[in-house]
């Protein structure tokens, strides 16, 4: 059982359309961060988020916590062929190790010009 | 955030050799990690590596199948032993934000092809 779900799979859209990620979970998770990796490159990070019901945004990017810090959504507005990339939500569960991320199997994202 | 780099970037080995990877960091950190990244998966942890002791593997990983070094503060190795192609796959390390220890910043990884 994958302790981060991630929402959908694969995601094909065109430029300048609005979309949304999910990561999900049954756990409780201490803090949850978002990366992203395009071909050839490691994960870089986007935003860690801590406290439920937080919002951040970056650019076009808003990031959300659940309330109960068991899920989080990564929404992106008017999306461009540079957002391409595998979107990874990882975290750690809350009274756990407090180092030890576990991640998500990631979304792929392709945006066409 | 620290600049993390390894070497080498990529490599193509023959099975039953061996690969070291190096990961140099630009700060002093305290702890170092290690993972693998399979072809259309995402990463599993393979161990953590602390300066002057051990490392720690997680479930599925050896020390005689991926030994680690940690010699100071800002270098670790990971090798690769007896290599299969089952071994294929990005390896990459990371090292926790010295701000917040929950988060983590990668190097840009290893690709590694066992023929």
């Known amino acids: 059982t994958q302790l981060l779900e991630q929402s959908p799979q694969f995601l094909s859209i065109q430029e300048g359309e609005n979309l949304t990620v999910y990561c999900n979970s049954s756990?409780?998770?201490?803090?949850l961060q978002w990366y992203r990796q395009e071909p050839g490159e490691g994960p870089v990070l986007l935003v860690t988020v801590v406290t439920g019901g937080e919002v951040k945004k970056l650019k076009r990017l808003t990031f959300q916590f659940g309330d109960a810090r068991k899920d989080s959504s990564l929404h992106i507005t008017a999306a461009q062929p540079g957002d391409t990339g595998l979107y990874l939500c990882a975290g750690v569960r809350s009274g756990g190790s407090n180092y030890k991320l576990t991640f998500g199997k990631g979304t792929l994202l392709t945006v066409n010009p | 955030s620290a600049v993390i780099s390894q070497k080498p970037s990529r490599d193509i080995c023959q099975r039953g050799t061996s690969l070291t990877i190096q990961c140099q960091v630009d700060s002093q950190v305290t702890m170092m990690f290690w993972y693998r990244q399979q072809p259309g998966q995402s990463l599993t942890l393979i161990a953590t590596?602390?300066?002057?002791?051990?490392?720690?593997?997680e479930s599925g990983f050896v020390i005689d199948k991926f030994p680690i070094s940690r010699p100071n503060l800002t270098f670790s190795t990971l090798t690769v032993s007896n290599l299969s192609p089952e071994d294929s796959s990005i390896y990459l390390c990371?090292?926790?934000?010295?701000?917040?220890?929950?988060?983590?910043?990668f190097g840009p990884g290893t690709r590694l092809l066992v023929l």
């Open positions: 990371s090292v926790e934000d010295q701000g917040f220890q929950e988060t983590q910043y």
């Open positions: 756990s409780v998770f201490s803090s």
């Open positions: 590596a602390n300066q002057g002791s051990e490392a720690t593997y």
